[in-house]
Structures are given as structure tokens and as C-alpha cells.
């Protein structure tokens, strides 16, 4: 079996043996480059929203635990979608809802633009988060489709698109909303139209995909069975859940509050501070990319095992560092490190898994924004009764969750002696 039909097979689509993808590996190349670009369009226009709290705190006067029920809002209409998403797409391959999940972005960014209240601001940020929970499972699924059987790499192009445009979010909004105001955010529906094409050409590949697919192998799809019987593969996939917990919490300290840190300990400017933040999001992406073919080659384990608690040691020391340009490489450093474990825990997910790939990504996805969201909802309150220096101290021990790993079975081992 080759690694493309591979790839079918485990995203639930029968190929028999000696059938090859439609149109061979350069088109899966430019569909792998068309889904990261827009993932990077789609993390773009999210990332607008934390880059912006600086201005929505002080135009409407809300408090630390106002800001993270944003994000909580955000975060958790992702959060309880995605697994309901990906499960139905695995039964049912929906095409053209990439698409539809950007124009629902797109709506939410428009509201933004136009929110004249607290509560308007909720509902937009609630629908850029269902926006996301559309676009997720099913990208993720198409991203192991044209993996070639680089299922991490595919993962890591994938999700480094994401970071990138994570990373130019808070660049854009410096430059256009937060000297312009809150109006201007509207601006940024062309690149929300952009991302709509992009996904539509994608829609048309997959849907031509599917449609060959399904006459070289009519009947219901194969899938391959489980490595392990479902009490292991529970208990392995809460083991991930807990490192995706640690992860995201942890990072959910610094995409949501680092602008109000260093504004407060160093008296940045906010301005200023959406570049600090860019250049951490920056190194993240880069760790991200670099994750993905690590794990291909060395094992996603040991992937994980570096990436989640080889940063305790940089994010103990964070809060302790007195200078800004020391956080600021602190930072970097950190995000490096930690990016790295979200696409190796999402193909080991995978791997135990195998033919559920969009109820995984729906899962895992989900859980991550929910973690997010949630960790938001609960450091901006903990910010408003203590103060930031404290939620960067509490946060910083969260990274030693990552001896967790130690739990995991040896999936890749497994199945080499499996073909063996």
C-alpha cells in the first residue's frame, strides 16, 4: 500500500490495492499548500481578536475577567462543535464546508467591526469561533489526504499556516486597527473573501477526490482496526488529553494576556506590544513546522516528550527574568519548544484512532480551544483578584505536566512489529 492510499484508508475512504490518488502527488502538494495558506487566513482573522482587547478594554471599560469571557465565548462555540463536526464528516464528507466555515468567520469579523456593546462582542467572537469549528476537522482530514504518508509533515505544513497567521494578526492589527479604531477591523473581510476562493478551488479537488474514490472502490468505506482494545486506547487518549490541557492553558497565558504584562511590568506602549507578541507567535509557527517531520522521523513520543516538559525550565525562569529583551528571548525560546507538540499528539491521536480522523481533529481541536477558552475565562479573573505577576508565576509549573508522556504505549514501536 503506498502512502497516499494509506492516507485514504485512514481517513475512512476505501482504495484498493494499486490505486493511486487522482492526479498524482504534485496536485496533493498545491492542495497541502492551498489548506495551510488558509488555515493561515482563518488563525489570522482569530488572532485579530486577542490583538484588539487592549483597545475593546479601555473603549468599553471592561475588566480582566470581561476579556477572558471574550475568549471563553470564542473558544468554546469551537470547542463543542468541532468533535460533532468531524464525527458527521467522517460518516459523510462535506467538500464545500471549508468554505462555508470561513464565510461564517467572516460574519463574526463584520460584527466585531460594527459592535457597539459587550454583548455584541461576545456574539462576534462566539462566531468566529464556529467558524473555526467548521473549518478544522474537515481541513485536517484533507491535509492527511495529501500527506503522501507524511502524516506528520502534512500536519505541521498544516498547522504552521495556522501559527503564521497567528503570528501576522496582532502585526495587523498594530498597523491598521489599534492607531485607526475598532471600525476598521472590516478591512479584513477581503482577506476572509480571499480565504472563501482558496477553500472553494479546494472544495472542488476534494469533491472530484471523493467521486473517483468511490468508482475504483464502491461500497462503504474500510476502515483499518484499532491497535489497541478501547479501555487502552481511552486511557491513552486522556493521557493526551492532559498534555493538551497543560499546553494550552499555558499558552492561553500569553496569547491572551502577554500584551497587559508587558504594558505593565515593562510600560510598553500597546502598540509596541501586539510586536512582542507577533515575534512570539512568529517562533511558535516555526517549532510547529518543525515538530511534524521530527516526529516522522524520530518518533512522535519522544516528540512530545521534548516539546511539553523541555519548556519548564524556560517558563519557571520567565517571570524571574528583569529585563524585557530577556522575556522577550525567553519567549521565543518557549515557543519554539512548545509548539512543537500539538501535531505530534494529533497524529499519535491518529494513529490509535486510525479511519477517525475528523472525529480526532474534532476532538482534539475542540478540546484545545475549549482549554484555551476556558483558561482565559479563569486567569483574567484570577488576574482581576491577584495580578498578572501572579497568574505568570502559577502558570509557569504547568509545563511539568508533560512527565505524563511516560503513559503513552509505544504506538509506532507496535505497528512496526505489527507490519513486521
Not at 482534539?364 to 498578572?388: E, N
Request: aromatic residues 10%; proline residues 5%.
Amino acid at each position: 500500500m503506498t502512502g497516499e492510499e494509506e492516507a485514504n484508508q485512514e481517513a475512512g475512504l476505501a482504495s484498493p490495492a494499486g490505486t493511486a490518488a487522482p492526479r498524482g502527488g504534485g496536485v496533493t502538494v498545491r492542495v497541502l499548500g492551498a489548506l495551510a495558506l488558509s488555515h493561515g487566513i482563518n488563525d489570522a482573522l482569530q488572532a485579530l481578536l486577542p490583538a484588539v482587547y487592549p483597545l475593546l478594554k479601555s473603549s468599553y471599560g471592561l475588566t480582566f475577567a470581561q476579556v477572558g469571557m471574550i475568549t471563553f465565548a470564542f473558544q468554546v462555540s469551537g470547542s463543542l462543535l468541532q468533535p460533532v463536526i468531524g464525527n458527521f464528516t467522517d460518516r459523510r464528507p462535506l467538500p464545500f464546508s471549508l468554505a462555508l466555515g470561513m464565510g461564517v468567520t467572516l460574519g463574526g469579523l463584520m460584527l466585531l467591526a460594527l459592535a457597539a456593546s459587550y454583548g455584541a462582542i461576545v456574539t462576534a467572537a462566539a462566531m468566529v469561533g464556529t467558524g473555526s469549528a467548521i473549518f478544522h476537522p474537515e481541513a485536517s482530514r484533507l491535509a492527511r489526504l495529501a500527506s503522501g504518508g507524511r502524516h506528520g509533515f502534512a500536519q505541521s505544513v498544516f498547522q504552521v499556516g495556522g501559527n503564521l497567521g497567528s503570528a501576522l494578526g496582532p502585526v495587523l492589527a498594530a498597523a491598521v486597527v489599534m492607531s485607526r479604531g475598532q471600525g476598521h477591523l472590516a478591512w479584513f473581510s477581503l482577506l476572509a473573501l480571499a480565504g472563501i476562493g482558496v477553500l472553494g478551488c479546494v472544495g472542488v479537488w476534494y469533491r472530484r477526490h471523493l467521486a473517483e474514490i468511490r468508482r475504483r472502490a464502491p461500497g462503504t468505506p474500510v476502515r483499518p482496526p484499532n491497535p489497541y482494545p478501547p479501555g487502552h486506547t481511552a486511557f491513552a487518549l486522556g493521557v493526551l488529553g492532559v498534555l493538551v490541557f497543560s499546553k494550552f492553558f499555558y499558552t492561553t497565558s500569553l496569547s491572551s494576556f502577554y500584551t497587559f504584562y508587558l504594558m505593565h511590568r515593562f510600560g510598553v506602549s500597546a502598540q509596541e506590544a501586539q510586536y512582542y507578541l507577533a515575534v512570539y507567535l512568529g517562533a511558535f509557527a516555526v517549532g510547529t513546522f518543525a515538530g511534524g517531520p521530527a516526529g516522522d522521523r524520530w518518533g512522535r513520543k519522544l516528540v512530545i516528550w521534548i516539546s511539553i516538559l523541555g519548556a519548564a525550565p524556560f517558563t519557571l525562569a520567565l517571570p524571574h527574568v528583569p529585563s524585557l529583551a530577556g522575556v522577550v528571548v525567553l519567549t521565543v525560546v518557549i515557543g519554539l519548544v512548545l509548539a512543537s507538540a500539538f501535531s505530534a499528539i494529533l497524529v499519535f491521536a491518529q494513529e490509535l484512532m486510525p479511519g477517525r480522523v475528523g472525529l480526532v481533529a474534532g476532538l482534539f481541536f475542540g478540546f484545545a480551544f475549549g482549554m484555551a477558552g476556558i483558561g482565559s475565562a479563569v486567569l483574567g479573573r484570577l488576574a482581576d483578584h491577584t495580578s498578572l505577576d501572579f497568574v505568570f508565576h502559577l502558570c509557569a509549573w504547568l509545563p511539568l505536566i508533560g512527565a505524563f508522556t511516560v503513559l503513552l504505549p509505544d504506538v509506532e514501536g507496535r505497528r512496526a512489529r505489527t507490519a513486521g
